[in-house]
């Protein structure tokens, strides 16, 4: 999985030739999590991370660059998951902290101060490492409690203000639609979801701009694969078989793969393409296939995968909504990932409709997941009774 971090020109150019490293071990100036003009001490971070995520980096960038001084221009990283120990990923600590408030609201409990509230989910953040896909998932963003080491870097871009200036406005007609149907003619603010849009689109603009200091590492093109299939998506991009979905179907994917020897890069390919073609979120039989067909329409995407790996690729697809199991080796990884995402629409997965061991044993993780959301519950019932003690 792509993530992407984002800082100053300054920055950059330090992590070139060390990696990322945390704020806890080096100097910067103008991290985002770092800050030192007097901002106030809520926007700190864990000292000891580096923060990550799908559609935040120019963000960061944006503010770590303006903060500097003098004002500095604008870097944006990317980084290959696959390539960190994955043990080390914890969510961001506002997402905590608006788990947090939804549960004092809804106990009717008032909140604590928001400098208190942030300090508190900071300290939880490693007991909360199962969190990190979820809050990928609704936060887009989550962090890594080490360094990000230079050879899970895979592209490192530098802008200037005219060049990002420009970005935003090839941004903003992307979105340019769905603001106007989110106004409807009510003025409302623009929800999360185009912002998301308008991230990506600058991401994308960043990430193979001209003269790229780093060309792309990988045959296969996944961030404009994702930019396609987001795109061509008929659904609202909330859709219980959205992006969302499909991001947790690739990190369960990776992980499985990394266990167990699956060809990584057709479970990736299925993770972003098997719901890509849902026309409406319940029973659409032949959705697998048209997520076969739009393979075969960008198969100029992924000309290294040879016409075997293609083939699986297509029959993981076709086949993967019909309740089968597979005793091949990378179509059962791919079919077990998305069926171990049934939780979010309140199904229990069940090992007999899994096809590896892998994804059995992973059972026992969702398990933990959830024996952990319920100490986190006592977490925050302990904080209702007793506020930030």
Same mark, same amino acid.
């Given at each position: ?131 990190? %896909? ?29 060049? +990002? ?107 972003? +393409? ?43 697809? %076709? ?20 069926? +171990? ?5 309140? %199904? ?42």
């Amino acid at each position: 999985m792509i993530l992407y971090h984002g800082t100053s020109a300054s920055n950059g150019r330090i992590i070139e030739r060390e990696g990322i490293r945390p704020p806890a071990a080096r100097s910067c100036v103008g991290n985002f999590h770092d800050l030192e003009d007097g901002t106030p001490p809520r926007l700190r971070g864990h000292a000891g991370a580096v923060y990550l995520s799908h559609y935040w980096g120019p963000h960061y960038a944006f503010i770590a660059a303006d903060l500097a001084r003098p004002c500095d221009d604008y870097c944006l990283i990317e980084v290959e998951t696959a390539r960190l120990d994955c043990s080390r990923l914890v969510p961001d600590e506002e997402f905590l902290a608006m788990l947090f408030r939804q549960n004092l609201i809804a106990q009717g409990q008032p909140e604590p101060p928001e400098y208190e509230l942030h300090r508190f989910c900071v300290e939880m953040l490693e007991k909360a490492q199962l969190l990190w %896909i979820v809050s990928l998932q609704q936060w887009s963003a989550c962090a890594y409690l080490d360094a990000v080491p230079r050879e899970a870097i895979t592209r490192i871009e530098y802008a200037t203000r005219a060049e +990002l200036e420009k970005s935003k406005q090839v941004a903003l007609s992307h979105v340019l639609p769905w603001v106007e149907l989110e106004k409807a003619g009510n003025n409302r603010p623009i929800t999360i979801g185009p912002l998301w849009a308008v991230y990506r689109a600058i991401t994308r603009c960043l990430s193979l701009a001209p003269g790229a200091s780093n060309p792309a590492r990988f045959a296969i093109e996944y961030p404009l694969l994702w930019e396609r299939a987001f795109n061509h998506f008929a659904l609202h991009d909330n859709s219980i078989h959205g992006p969302n979905h499909w991001t947790t179907v690739e990190d369960t994917g990776i992980s499985l793969a990394q266990e167990n020897g699956a060809d990584m890069d057709v479970v990736r390919l299925f993770a972003v +393409l098997h719901d890509a073609c849902r026309s409406h979120d319940g029973d659409d039989p032949d959705h697998g296939r048209r997520a076969a067909a739009l393979a075969a329409c960008w198969r100029n995407l992924f000309p290294s995968l040879e016409e075997a790996r293609f083939e699986t690729l297509q029959k993981a697809l %076709i086949y993967h909504a019909d309740g089968q199991t597979s005793d091949d080796l990378t179509i059962g990884t791919c079919w077990d990932a998305d069926r +171990l995402d049934l939780m979010r629409v309140g %199904i229990e997965p069940d090992a007999r409709f899994l096809s590896t061991e892998a994804g059995r044993r992973a059972i026992e993780k969702t398990g933990a997941a959830h024996r952990f959301s319920m100490s986190l519950q006592a977490e925050i019932d302990k904080m209702v009774d007793h506020p930030m003690q």
